[in-house]
Each structure stands twice: as structure tokens, then as C-alpha cells.
């Protein structure tokens, strides 16, 4: 059984930072590109950033230069470093596979006040 379980959300003022983790178990973890997706109030749900197995990544042109994936093969973990965040970063966040996504988790609150 797949879980992914998000954590580390919260409300921030604009410029602040904050850092998310996402556990996951169920998947071979280091054979998998993840990615950190996020939804807003009213929009779809968006890729933020992904990385692969051997630590390459991508971002959304929204978020380059303020936000850092990496991942942890050891502990099954993926983290997301949000930095510099603006209130448009509000959203829920979400961790999942990048290919053939599982069962989306109950993602982490990330609210960014002005």
C-alpha cells in the first residue's frame, strides 16, 4: 500500500521560508522521479518541481531560484525548501511520483500572508 504522507506547511509572511518533507513507503523510493505539485483555491492542481532518481532537477518557471527539491534515498523522503515565498505560493502541497502518479495524499498547507 502506498503512502505519502506531507508535512511541514503553515502560515508564513511573504519573504519568509519554509521547508517540506514528504515521507512515502509502498513505492521503491530511489527508483522513482518525484515531484512536489501544488493546488490553489479554484485551480488545477500544478507541478512545482521533480527529481530524478540521481538528483536532477526541474522547477516551474514560478519558482526557479526560490525553491530546492532534493531527496533522501535512505529515509524514502523527499523535502521541498521554500524560500523567498510570495503570498501566490498559497496552496496545498503534494508529493508524488512523477510517472504513472499514486493515490495523492493529504497534502500540507502552505499559506503566505502580505
Known amino acids: 500500500q502506498v503512502q505519502l504522507v506531507e508535512s511541514g506547511g503553515g502560515l508564513v509572511q511573504a519573504g519568509g521560508y519554509l521547508r517540506l518533507s514528504c515521507a512515502t513507503s509502498?513505492?521503491?523510493?530511489?527508483?522513482?522521479?518525484m515531484g512536489w505539485y501544488r493546488q490553489a483555491p479554484g485551480k488545477q492542481r500544478e507541478l512545482v518541481a521533480s527529481?530524478?532518481?540521481?538528483?536532477?532537477?526541474n522547477y516551474a518557471d514560478s519558482v526557479k531560484g526560490r525553491f530546492t527539491i532534493s531527496r533522501d534515498n535512505a529515509k524514502n523522503t523527499v523535502y521541498l525548501q521554500m524560500n523567498s515565498l510570495k503570498p501566490e505560493d498559497t496552496a496545498v502541497y503534494y508529493c508524488?511520483?512523477?510517472?504513472?502518479?499514486?493515490?495523492w495524499g493529504q497534502g500540507t498547507q502552505v499559506t503566505v500572508s502580505s
Open positions: 527529481i530524478t532518481s540521481g538528483g536532477s532537477t
Open positions: 509502498g513505492i521503491i523510493f530511489s527508483l522513482n522521479v
Open positions: 508524488n511520483t512523477f510517472y504513472n502518479p499514486r493515490s
